[in-house]
């Protein structure tokens, strides 16, 4: 994740594609600058020579045709939205806390136990947070591509809560976006405001607009 987040690489819009990975902080500086689309370079086309009559005489130039297939056209206009945001990294990981527990449950298996629970992955995973100004970014970025109507979102946050949920859901009733597709890559572990377990209600109302939608926090798909 530490890589995506350094990512310095600029934005590319390839056939109607818009992709972005990186950090929030290098979303917002590149989300308001034109971003030069990738137009491939189109191939030779193949002459095809069509016999103008059905005779069996020897043919000559003047019996064929020449057909020229048309060259498909490169869409130019955004329809496909891909982002992914890490957030910052509040607490790094924890090794030595894996290798004492890996080394004490060789002794005894009950502290392998301990890496099922909550308090001990927050313990030793690192943990990210995107601020709220971040996902209100991402709306405002839609608002200025009106025909992208397909989102995939893609995140590192831990902290993500009610009101980051509404902010995505007051983006999407407006109708732009027919298809979603959201998944929270962070630690699937509760927080101070039980993120996780919320995650459920929180995303519920994006269920409840219709759209064609794919919500995932860890094992948690709403």
Aim: charged letters at 15%.
């Amino acid at each position: 994740m530490d890589m995506v987040h350094n990512n310095t690489a600029l934005p590319n819009l390839f056939n109607g594609v818009y992709t972005f990975f990186g950090s929030e902080m290098s979303f917002r500086a590149h989300a308001d600058t034109p971003t030069k689309p990738i137009i491939p370079q189109p191939q030779q086309p193949n002459v095809l020579m069509i016999p103008t009559s059905n005779t069996l005489d020897v043919p000559n130039n003047n019996s064929f045709q020449e057909i020229t297939p048309p060259i498909e056209e490169v869409n130019l206009s955004t329809q496909q939205i891909n982002i992914m945001l890490v957030g910052n990294k509040t607490k790094s990981s924890n090794p030595m806390c894996i290798f004492s527990t890996i080394c004490f449950g060789m002794c005894c298996i009950f502290p392998l136990c301990f890496m099922c629970c909550n308090w001990w992955k927050k313990a030793v995973y690192p943990i990210y947070e995107l601020s709220l100004q971040a996902y209100r970014e991402v709306a405002s970025f839609l608002e200025r591509n009106p025909t992208a109507n397909n989102l995939n979102l893609i995140v590192v946050d831990n902290a993500f809560n009610y009101e980051k949920a509404s902010v995505l859901y007051d983006t999407l009733s407006r109708g732009q976006i027919r298809t979603i597709s959201f998944t929270n890559k962070a630690l699937a572990c509760n927080g101070e405001l039980n993120e996780l377990d919320s995650f459920r209600n929180n995303m519920l109302p994006i269920k409840s607009l219709g759209i064609e939608s794919s919500l995932i926090w860890g094992d948690t798909i709403v």
